[in-house]
């Protein structure tokens, strides 16, 4: 099995500008490859989770400029189907090189989109540049609302960042860190069909990026492929992201591989769990890999 999935390079990166950085959720990796990707005509558009009506619930959108790109900024763990954007993108936006960002399962919705366009007329060929990111674990709307207002005491429209991260989920305010919970009590909120994923470092997509593995400020990057190094190495070279090699770094790709490990290990047995009927009257479930 491969954790981590092909790529060609790994760095330790951030963006080179504190405008980007100063609301980002780690290094600001997705908004700099974007923002530099629109600048420089590497795409027209993005498919982003940009801010929606109510505080932390993702609405998918596409961005045509860095402003929208910057609003976007920060992790809102809650589902956003970006996907549903996509035919759109190449119709009423008229994009003809699109980018878009999303978790392993979104970048697998793209990939498949491209190779069996099912209803997906025009979308394989402007699919430009696919960011992914890593993804443990998602929650619905509501299992976050509740995380953050009951079990964190905290009110959802002040939480100016969330993040999980050492083994807890945390919500931060304006004061700085204002409550912290272990993953145990968040674990009953999670979206159940994410129990039977097996990618967590975005494997198909461009360039995937994450925190896991690399200090805060910055971010651990996956290079993929020949676009992503592309677009990646001409990002650096004009300054927009800062890379650095992940040699020595600590707690770098050992950690990235030992939480890979597990999320697939563990997801791998829940499926073969669910291909057994626990009693005889019940059929198996589904397994959507084979
Ligand atoms: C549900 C979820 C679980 C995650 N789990 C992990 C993890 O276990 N380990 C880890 O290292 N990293 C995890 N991440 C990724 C991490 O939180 C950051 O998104 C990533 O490091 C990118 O940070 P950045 O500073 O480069 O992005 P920024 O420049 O801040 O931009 C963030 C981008 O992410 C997009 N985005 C925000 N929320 C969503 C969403 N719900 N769905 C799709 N796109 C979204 C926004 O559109 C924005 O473009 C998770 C992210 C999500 C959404
Ligand atoms: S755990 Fe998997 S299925 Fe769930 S949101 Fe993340 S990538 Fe998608």
């Known amino acids: 099995m491969e954790y981590l999935g092909q790529y060609k390079a790994v760095y330790k990166a951030k963006a080179g ?21 629109l600048e420089t005509g590497i795409i027209d558009g993005a498919i982003v989770a940009g801010p929606g009506e109510e505080a932390y619930k993702p609405e998918p959108m596409i961005a045509t400029t860095v402003d929208e790109l910057l609003a976007a900024r920060g992790t809102k763990y809650s589902i956003s189907p970006n996907m549903a954007l996509i035919k759109e993108a190449t119709r009423s936006y008229g994009l003809d090189k699109i980018g878009i960002v999303g978790t392993p399962c979104q970048i697998q919705a793209v990939r498949k989109a491209q ?86 470092v975005a494997n198909l997509a461009d360039i995937s990026t994450g925190s896991v593995g690399t200090p805060d400020g910055w971010s651990t990057v996956f290079v993929r492929s020949a676009a992503g190094e592309a677009a990646f190495n001409k990002a650096v070279d004009a300054g927009w992201i800062i890379a650095e090699s992940m040699d020595g770094v600590k707690p ?39």
Request: glycine share 6%; proline share 5%.
């Open 17 to 37: 500008c504190e405008d980007i950085l100063s609301k980002a959720q780690d290094g600001g990796i997705v908004t700099a490859m974007f923002a530099y990707a």
């Open 252 to 290: 770098g790709l050992e950690l990235v591989t030992k939480l890979a490990t597990e999320k697939i290990t563990k997801n791998q047995k829940y499926i073969e769990h669910r291909a057994h009927a626990e009693h005889e009257a019940l059929k198996p479930l589904r397994n959507p890999y084979i």
């Open 115 to 200: 190779l069996y366009p099912i209803g997906m007329r025009d979308v394989p060929d402007k699919i430009a540049l696919a960011l992914g990111i890593f993804c443990m674990e998602n929650f619905p709307y509501q299992g976050l609302y509740q995380m953050v207002e009951d079990h964190c005491a905290t009110k959802i429209d002040n939480v100016t960042k969330m993040d999980i991260g050492k083994g807890k989920f945390s919500v931060y305010t304006e004061r700085g860190v204002n409550a912290q919970i272990p993953l145990k009590v968040t674990h009953k909120y999670e979206q159940p069909g994410c129990h039977v994923c097996l990618d967590y």
